[in-house]
């Protein structure tokens, strides 16, 4: 009786053990579980920089007009009546910032918009 109690004892434990290092939640499955978190971890590292800039950003727009005119002038082209746009045959812009600025750009010996020639 003694040999049985303690053999039934043993394979308990050893199914025991088995659904520790084996079975669904056991070690294994940690251990794939770890593997994917660290996974995305280092996933969302550029994600944590980027939204970072995308505050800064957001705060400098909120707080000063140097950054609202920084963006103006490189999203839409915007150029300050004081100013003057030359465009450079040749050098690469946007196609969205060429039309928007197609009302300012003439061609040379053509008579701009608004010109009396």
Do not use: C
């Not at 940690?30 to 978190?37: D, K, T, Y």
């Not at 400098?60 to 915007?78: H, N």
């Not at 009546?81 to 450079?88: A, I, N, P, R, T």
């Amino acid at each position: 009786m003694h040999k049985l109690l303690m053999a039934a004892l043993l394979a308990v434990l050893g199914v025991l053990n088995y659904q520790l290092w084996f079975g669904n939640g056991g070690w294994q499955d940690l251990q794939l579980v770890e593997e994917r978190v660290a996974v995305q971890e280092a996933a969302n590292v550029p994600m944590r920089e980027r939204n970072a800039r995308l505050a800064a950003e957001v705060t400098d727009l909120k707080t000063g007009l140097d950054a609202i005119e920084e963006r103006a002038r490189s999203d839409m082209g915007m150029v300050r009546s004081d100013e003057q746009f030359f465009w450079v045959p040749g050098v690469a812009i946007e196609t969205e910032l060429l039309g928007i600025n197609a009302g300012l750009v003439t061609q040379p010996g053509l008579p701009s918009k608004g010109s009396n020639e």
